[in-house]
């Protein structure tokens, strides 16, 4: 059974810093591209962050140079660094990854960013 569970997220005011954790179980983990989305309240669920198998990652530019996403696969765990943030960061952030057509996610960890 696949699991994702994330952790790191809180309330942190405009310009700070926090970093998210998500521990993956049930997949072996380092074969595996991992990805961070986001779900503002009344907007859709969208990918911030990826990165795959062999270390390469991607950003949405809305995060690029702020946030940074990484991995270490013998803690089957990935991060997300998130740094300078803003009110527009606020949401609730999700883990994800898939094997063959599932898709799985965490329950998400909630950001808010105060001004």
């Known amino acids: 059974q696949v699991r994702l569970v994330e952790s790191g997220g809180g309330l942190v005011q405009a310009g700070g810093s926090l970093r998210l954790s998500c521990v993956a179980s049930?997949?072996?983990?380092?074969?595996?591209?991992m990805g961070w989305y986001r779900q503002a309240p009344g907007k859709q669920r969208d990918l911030i962050a990826r990165?795959?198998?062999?270390?390469?990652?991607e950003y949405v530019d809305s995060v690029k140079g702020r946030f940074t996403i990484s991995r270490v696969n013998p803690r089957n765990t990935v991060y997300l660094q998130m740094n300078s943030l803003t009110p527009e960061d606020t949401a609730v952030y999700y883990c994800?990854?898939?094997?063959?057509?599932?898709?799985?996610w965490g329950k998400g960890t909630l950001v808010t960013v105060s001004s």
């Open positions: 994800n990854t898939n094997r063959g057509p599932a898709d799985y």
């Open positions: 049930g997949i072996n983990f380092k074969i595996h591209s």
């Open positions: 990165i795959r198998s062999n270390g390469t990652t």
